[in-house]
């Protein structure tokens, strides 16, 4: 069942791309994030996606936020696409799907590609915003505007 503005984020535990285990216990309550889903790591839209992230990434920390990209990628991808892409955030990875699951992420194009989903969430874990579109260039916008709106 997929979350919904309103809900608390569920805990959950992944690796991130430096191989150490990360808890979302170790940020909740100190700061606003940003969860994003993304299908893969190093295709063209998702490749575009956190390089926009990562562009507009100081404004997001200048707010106070963080951002958290998540993907069933190994770690051993992770690492090699954010020292590519010298992507500054936390990728962590979903090699099991379990936290697209505990969030109620949807696969497209008839369950072939995992879906492309971004959460905003309040310092308290609280969705305010859930954007779901495989246009990868609108959700930074959209979340960017959300966290504005959080800590005016």
């Given at each position: ?17 430096k191989g150490e285990d990360f808890d979302i ?37 200048d707010l106070g936020a963080e951002v958290i ?75 960017l505007a959300a966290i504005k709106k959080l800590?005016?």
């Open positions: 069942m997929a979350l919904k503005i309103g809900d608390r984020i569920p805990n959950f535990k992944a690796k991130d791309s216990q170790s940020v909740l309550g100190k700061c606003p994030l940003v969860i994003y889903f993304y299908p893969k790591d190093n295709t063209p839209g998702c490749t575009a996606q956190a390089c926009s992230f990562r562009d507009q990434y100081e404004d997001f920390q990209g998540i993907s069933g990628d190994s770690v051993a991808s992770h690492q090699k696409f954010s020292r590519q892409y010298k992507l500054p955030f936390i990728l962590l990875s979903d090699y099991d799907k379990k936290i697209r699951a505990l969030f109620g992420v949807p696969t497209n194009l008839f369950g072939l590609i995992p879906g492309r989903v971004t959460y905003v969430v309040d310092q308290n874990g609280i969705i305010t915003m859930i954007f779901d579109s495989m246009s990868a260039g609108i959700h930074i916008k959209k979340a800590v005016v």
